[in-house]
Structures are given as C-alpha cells and as structure tokens.
C-alpha cells in the first residue's frame, strides 16, 4: 500500500474554529471524532472533509453542468490527500414530506409494490372471488364450448349504473351500424330520437352480433371479429347473453369478475403507490387522511349568542353579507340572533352549517303587509372546507385548518390506495396490510412467503424476495425491528433516521467508500448500541473507511482510532489533543479520557429528592402501541422515562400527556392520543416543552435573535441619550430592515461576488467592514460601545457587562449556565454545532420565568453533548427541580438516567412488543428488576460509581 491508501491526510484544516490543524485518518478503519460539544469536532468531519469531498466530485462535471448545480465552496484547508468518493449520513436528511415513509425510503416498499404487480392475485371487491381474465383466443374457445348449439348475443357494455336520457349516444350507436341495444336487460332496436328516463339508473349495452354456436366452418371468423368490436366498444370488457338465459356471462382481458363483471386494469408497480394516480385513494389523494370541519371548534361556548361570537370564524355582530343571511335564517326559524346558540333550533343550526336554499313569506306587523324571504346561503362549514381546498393563500388555509380536524380517511381507512389496490394479495395480506406490520412480523412472514407459491409466481417472486429480505435484514441489524414500512418519515428522531441510510448503504455493497456519520446512537438504548457498532464494522469490513463523530462511551471504546478535538469548545477549542486507539487514549490524562477511564464521573446523587406529595395521574393512555397503560408523576422531582428504542415513550409523552398540558394551560389545539382521564393538572402553572427540532438556521439567525434577548438590547439602545435626540427605535438596530443596517450588504456583513461556473465567494463588505451597520447607528454607544460590538461579545464577556440590566442579564446567564459561555452573541445560526443549538434553545427556554411549579418536557436533551457538558447541564437542571419545579426527561443516556429521582421504564421491547410500564421507581429500585433492559445496564452504572 502506498502512503496515500494507508491514510487521508488534512494538512492545515482552518474552517470555523480548527486551529491550521494536521491529521492523519487511518483508511479501511473506524475511526471516531470525539471531544466536547463546539470543540469543532463536525467541522473536521463534515465541513472539511466531507465539503472537499463533495466539491471535487462536482468538478469533475463540465462547466456547463457545473453552473447549474450551484457551485460548492473551497473549505479552507491547504490540501486533503487520499480522499476517497464521501457519502455523508447527517441527522437533517429526512424527507418533511407526508408521502415519504420508512418504506419508500428504504426502497422495501418499492420491491413489495413490484411483487404485487406480478405474482399477487387479485379478488373482486364485490363477492371476494378470485378476479379472471381471458385472451380473446380463449374467450372464443370458451363460447364455443359453453354455448355449443345455443343462439347468443354478443354484447359490448357502454353505460353502467348512470343516469341520463342518453339520446345521442343511441344516435351515435347507429351511425356506427348497430341496430339493437339492450337496455336495463331488454333488448330493443334503436329508432329515431330514442331516450330513457333521465332520473333513473340505466345500463346499457350494444348488441354486436346475433348468432347461433354450431361446427359451422365460418364460426372461427365471424366470433373472432365480434370478440374484436364488443371488446373495443366495450373497453376490454364484453357479454355474452344466450337466447334462453335472463343473465349474461362476462369476458374481459383485464381482470374481471366472472359473477358482478367489474373490472380492475392490469396490474403495474403504480397500481400500488400512494403517490401515484393510479393507486392513490381518490378522497385523501394518498395522504390516508383528510381534514373535517369540527363543529366544536365552529361554536367554541354554545352559551353565547350569534351577536356576541358564538360563531367563532365570523366574530362578533358586523354589518355584513353573512350576518344579513342569519338574520334571514332567525326570522324563519323564529328566534333572535342575541339568543344563545344552545337554544336554537337544530334545523337552523344545520342550515347555519352546511347551507341551503328555501323561500318563505312573513307578515309584516308593523307595516300590515307579506314579506317574501329568500335564504341562499353556503353554510359556514362548506365555506371553511372550500376555502381550506381552494384557497391559493397560505395564510386563508392555516386560518380555515383552525376550525378543522384531521381525520382518518373514511374511503380507504389509512391505508391510502384505491379499493381496487387493496384486493390484490400474496398470502392472504394486501400491500397495506403488509406496510402496517413491524420489520420483526415482516421479516417472519417473508421467510415462509416462498414455499407458499407455486408455478410462475414462485418464478417471479423468487428474485424480488431476495432483495427484500435482505433489506430486512440490515433494518434489524441496527435496531429497527419496531418500526412498521406506513411509518411517515417526518415522525422519525434523528438516530433513527440516520440508521435507515445506514441499513440503505449497507445494502448498496459499496466498496472503497468514506463514510461520515453524525451521531448515530442517538435515540437508541444501550441495548443496541451493540447491534449499531457490529453494522459499522460489516461496513468497515466490505472495504469502507468510517469516520464517526460521536459521544457514546461504548462506540469510543469499539473504535479502531480515535481523534480528540479540544482542549475546550468554541474559539478556545479547535486543536487535536489526543489519537491514537482506545487503550493509547486512556493513557492521555484528556478530558474524555477521564471520563472513560473513571478519574472524572457525573456523580450518582446522595440522596433522591421527595417531591411535594402530589401527582400528576394519566390514565388508560391507548395510542399507537400504548397497552391501556396509567402513568403516575410525582411532582417535584426530575422523573425519567426510559426504554428501548419504539417502546411507546414518545408516544406516551409527546403525543399523550403533553397536548393535554398544552391544552389545558395554553388552549393548545393538537389533539392527544386517546386516553380515558387526567387528574392533578391543578398542581401545576404552566408546561414547556423543549423538542428535538432545530433552532433557525439561516446566516441571519444568530443565538441573540433565536433566545430574544437581542430586543432587549435594542430597546436599551434606543434610551441612550443620543439616540433619543435623533428619535431612533428599536428597528434603527436590526440588521434585517432598512433604516440601520448598512445597504451594501443589506446588514448580512459580507458581500456575496457571484463566479459564474465557479463557487461564490464571499468577501468582507468594503462599505461596514463586517459590522452589518451604517455609520450612524454605529456612533450610539452604551457603556462605550457599539452594537456591533455587543453582538461580537462572547456570552462570558456579554454577562459581566450587562449585569445590571436584569432581563438581559437573566437570558445570557441561562446561556452561560449551559455550558455556552464561549459563543459570540452575533454567531450566525448555520455555524453551531449539533450540541450548541440544542442548548442554545434549552437556555430559551430555561430562561422563561419558572413559577415553582413549572412542568418541564425534555427531549433527549442530550443529543450532541459530551460527557463535561452533560455534567454542566444536570447542574442546570436541578437548580431548577431544587426550586420545586418538575422536570420530565425521555432518556437513554445512562448518565442522566442514574441521576433521576423517579423512572418509569416502557417495554418490553419495542413496536409491538411494548406499550407497557415495566418498572417504576427510584434507580435503585428499577436496577433491582429482573426484566427490564434498562435495569440491567442501570445496575451496571449505580454499582461502577459505588465502586468508584
């Protein structure tokens, strides 16, 4: 091997805050990037040598193609040699999209929708018989045998079960030289000006030859050719009616029913896609839901009148078409406007709903004489459903969604295909039912699947099925077996995402590949870290290079390599303090190694806190996977909810208890997941809740403007005397409207100078030099400096400096408390870590006001942290459980998780198998459990630090 097959080599990496570092990266090894959170761990990784990477693989393109790809940035980095083609696996990369799901994006579904368009056997939706389907060479066989020495008609349907008079279509089937149809099972010649009765239901069918079956030479001949026409007239379908009989007998060369005649087309993989119009739903349009308007919504307090906004969308009493139209519908119904809504007739509500049409006379008592009414009206709840369909404006359809609900579609039940689709089956399931299974069930079923066909289907099948298991296969190997292929890939955490292209790049085989990955245990229990790393090493073993970047204590230790990046984060960080592998690390005395080797730990609690004796009490939670399960919360205490990967956490807070919360304190509108009663919801003032989705990413958004403490700064800018003098407001001091900010750059504080074919290149603005402002805002200064120069200020320096402003002062210690010291104020959003962010809008909302009683929701608010900076954190925590408040972590990481006052434990496992409460208590007491899996790594962690 030569010197450049042994290792990439980065000779001078500069991007963001990497210190003109050189590295050696061991190729055909898995090599983790470890260190504290911001220590510029991702900017090795992905922002160097993914972005080099990326950037050379477009060159290779013409110029021409070049410039429309948009051309990628230079990282700043003297030279990266031996870099192999890059496929990078970040936590952001799934699809938002309501028609993505794990089956389309692990291509299962793909195959299963191949499989049913070739080997499935389709039943007639009607009577449940298997459908058939004739070529015409047998359906003249089959007449020739069926009818021997009987006189038949051969028929072609054109009208089936439709009303109409149906005139030109008789004068058009005469024109074509037919003179009989059969109407409604009679047959009739056709005569001049012939109709039916419009308002009935008719079928009609034209006769396309009468003849007698018998060994007449001719016979072949004459059949061949009706077949030809009947089947043309009829769209591939046709009728055969023998003299004797009152029934006929359908043929068609598609699939057909031999008793009712319906017919589906020839299977294709399209017949089977949700996002195709030939197999989507038609009312749900493959969504496998549809919005409804709630009447409840429509008429929030049926104690008000109309006059007072019983009727929410319309307000209160205006002058106004609708309100004319009301008044109309109160005279006929007899009752006032300013009644109250629960006394009004249910007939006028209805038709305050849903609209209609009526005429009426009145006398006039005041005048002696007859008034006639007219009520035209399109009913409220049609106009919110026409306006959420056909409105062009975004804001009209949020507007017309607050008055609706999304319901199940009731034509397909969820499963999002035609009803034609859905007949077609492989052992007994249809496509849908298949989808709804877990990889576990789908896994079982595929593996008997192959005995149970026979002949050309078995042939078919054989190859697909292959493919199939052996995705299955890699969706188990890194510990997704709960998930089910209908599962919508915007419900997905981070970790699981990334570990479905991780399954889909295993399956692609490939060779001689980097592969960069951010984080993949996150959301997954310690349980099946183990699975995750073996996955990584087959990937490794086929001939791949991995580069990890990663915080978990057992990935650090499985790795063939490792890279600490440190020695603190932000501009304090930035430098390679230890490599080499797991035992060579350990004997480096750096902050990681410490944690690993036991020197420095996240200490167990003395003791656990009591709480305040009172309870939250959830009960009967039945969504998703939940078994009808009851959750107690002991108020007071930090309370962690923990289990394997899919057991129904998520489920069970942020779909259960949290929407209820969020209802009750905040008249939040998100529907929970069902349950039966909540009691104790008294105890508590307010609920936040801090989830996993990110904080703004664009240049212009930075952590002063995402946490707000930016107005503030603002607004104390606008008091100082000289900005009083010259009349300046707030606006004067953002760089995002005009007024202010400097036009050269339009506040963004460089200049973009487009290159054509080559990437664009970013220079400082000539006009502020960087500062984003004009002269003039520039020249107001509090405590001698600018706001430029505030927003330059590290979180450290800002806190000192603002410390007698206490709103400010609060919000930019919160940032401080988290370990975010080193961050300027100004940094531009798209530049924090993974790590940062989380903490950035933790800090947001940890710096709210807590009343004592505040009930906090965290979301693995581990993500992306180091052992040092989750230490930092759990301080921040218990200050606040320390003041009464209730903290709720969803958790897998043992470090946290040892430090709860109180845990309950889902299970058994995950998807199917959970839904359960395994074990509650203290740590002490669910480590003593026998079956759950996260006591016995519990037990593990409690008796290392009794030990330590």
Not at 3 to 18: D, S, T
Not at 325 to 350: G, V
Not at 367 to 392: C, H, W
Request: net charge neutral.
């Amino acid at each position: 091997m030569t010197k450049f097959n042994e290792h990439i080599e980065v000779k001078g990496a500069r991007v963001h805050n990497l210190k003109n570092i050189d590295v050696n990266i061991p190729r055909e090894k898995l090599v983790v990037i470890t260190g504290l959170s911001g220590s510029g761990k991702s900017s090795l990784a992905f922002d160097t040598i993914y972005a080099e990477g990326q950037r050379r693989y477009i060159e290779t393109f013409s110029a021409y193609a070049r410039q429309f790809l948009g051309g990628l940035e230079r990282p700043d980095v003297d030279k990266i040699d031996g870099l192999s083609p890059v496929i990078a696996i970040e936590q952001k990369t799934t699809s938002k999209s309501p028609r993505s799901t794990v089956g389309t994006v692990t291509e299962i579904y793909d195959f299963l929708r191949l499989l049913y368009a070739r080997a499935a056997d389709a039943y007639s939706y009607n009577t449940g018989e298997k459908m058939v389907s004739y070529s015409d060479e047998q359906i003249k066989e089959l007449i020739k045998s069926s009818y021997q020495g009987q006189r038949i008609n051969i028929l072609s349907p054109v009208v089936k079960s439709r009303k109409g008079h149906y005139r030109e279509l008789f004068e058009q089937i005469a024109k074509q030289g037919f003179v009989k149809v059969r109407v409604d099972g009679e047959l009739k010649d056709i005569h001049k000006g012939m109709k039916v009765d419009r308002y009935k239901m008719h079928d009609i069918e034209i006769v396309i030859d009468r003849l007698a079956v018998n060994e007449n030479p001719e016979l072949d001949k004459r059949l061949s050719e009706s077949i030809n026409t009947a089947m043309y007239s009829g769209n591939d379908v046709m009728m055969v009616l023998a003299e004797e009989d009152s029934e006929p007998r359908y043929f068609s060369r598609d699939l057909m029913c031999p008793t009712t005649g319906i017919s589906y087309p020839t299977p294709e993989p399209n017949t089977f896609s949700f996002n195709s119009p030939k197999g989507m739903c038609e009312i749900c349009n493959g969504l496998g839901h549809i919005y409804e308007v709630n009447e409840d919504k429509i008429f929030p307090n049926k104690k008000l009148s109309i006059t007072a906004g019983g009727i929410a969308p319309l307000g209160e009493y205006k002058k106004s078409w609708a309100f004319k139209q009301l008044e109309t519908i109160a005279k006929r119904f007899s009752f006032e406007l300013s009644d109250p809504m629960e006394k009004i007739p249910a007939e006028a509500m209805q038709l305050i709903l849903y609209g209609g049409e009526d005429s009426f006379v009145l006398d006039s008592k005041t005048l002696g004489v007859k008034r006639d009414y007219k009520i035209d009206y399109e009913g409220i709840a049609n106009f919110i459903k026409n306006q959420f369909q056909g409105a062009d404006s975004t804001s009209i359809k949020r507007w017309a969604k607050e008055y609706m609900d999304k319901v199940e579609c009731p034509e397909c039940n969820g499963s999002r295909l035609k009803r034609a689709s859905l007949n077609f089956k492989i052992g007994d399931k249809n496509i849908a039912e298949l989808a709804a299974l877990d990889i576990v069930e789908l896994a079982s079923f595929f593996k008997g699947l192959e005995k149970t066909l026979e002949g050309n289907q078995r042939i078919i099948a054989t190859d697909i099925i292959k493919e199939i298991n052996s995705r299955i296969q890699f969706l188990l190997d890194v510990g997704l077996d709960y998930l089910s292929l209908n599962r919508s890939s915007k419900s997905l955490s981070g970790g699981e995402a990334q570990r479905i292209r991780l399954a889909t790049q295993i399956g692609s085989q490939l060779v001689g590949v980097l592969y960069i990955l951010d984080e993949p245990s996150i959301g997954l229990h310690q349980r099946d870290n183990n699975r995750l790393i073996k996955s990584l090493e087959a990937l490794r073993d086929l001939g791949n290079s991995i580069i990890v970047v990663e915080h978990d204590k057992d990935m650090i230790e499985s790795a063939d390599h490792i890279i600490d990046i440190g020695p603190r984060a932000g501009k304090y960080g930035g430098e390679i303090i230890s490599e080499g592998t797991p035992a060579e690390l350990k004997q480096h005395g750096t902050l990681t190694a410490d944690y690993i080797t036991g020197v420095k730990e996240i200490p167990v609690p003395e003791k656990r806190r009591k709480g305040n004796n009172k309870h939250l009490i959830l009960e009967g939670c039945t969504g998703n996977n939940l078994k009808n399960i009851s959750l107690h919360l002991p108020l007071g205490k930090m309370i962690g909810v923990t289990g394997v990967s899919g057991s129904g956490k998520s489920t069970l807070v942020n779909e259960t208890l949290y929407p209820i919360m969020n209802a009750h304190y905040f008249n939040g509108v998100k529907k929970p997941m069902p349950y039966k009663k909540i009691s104790g919801l008294e105890h508590i003032d307010k609920v936040i809740d801090i989830n996993q989705s990110p904080i703004g990413r664009t240049p212009r958004s930075n952590p002063a403007t995402y946490t707000g403490v930016f107005s503030e700064i603002r607004a104390l800018f606008t008091k100082t005397p000289e900005a009083a003098i010259r009349g300046y407001k707030p606006g004067r001091f953002s760089f995002n409207v005009k007024g202010g900010r400097c036009e050269t750059c339009q506040g963004g504080g460089l200049r973009v100078i487009e290159m054509n074919f080559l990437p664009d290149v970013y220079v400082e603005c000539e006009t502020c030099n960087g500062k984003r402002f004009n002269r003039e805002t520039l020249e107001i200064r509090y405590k001698g400096k600018s706001i430029a120069d505030v927003l330059d200020m590290t979180m450290d320096e800002a806190v000192s400096f603002f410390e007698n402003i206490p709103k400010i002062y609060r919000k930019l210690k919160t940032i401080q408390d988290v370990g975010l010291g080193y961050i300027s104020l100004g940094q531009q959003s798209t530049t924090l870590s993974g790590g940062e962010a989380q903490r950035v809008k933790l800090a947001t909302e940890l710096s709210k006001r807590d009343t004592g009683n505040t009930f906090y929701i965290l979301d693995e608010p581990t993500t992306g942290l180091h052992f040092e900076d989750i230490r930092v954190l759990m301080e921040v925590l218990n200050k606040l459980v320390d003041k009464g408040n209730t903290i709720l972590i969803i958790e897998h990481n043992m470090d946290v998780i040892k430090m709860m006052d109180h845990i309950i434990d889902i299970g058994y496992e995950g998807g199917r198998g959970g839904g359960m409460i395994v074990a509650e208590g203290t740590p002490e007491e669910v480590a003593q459990d026998k079956k759950s899996y996260t006591a016995h790594f519990l037990k593990k962690e409690l008796n290392l630090a009794l030990s330590l």
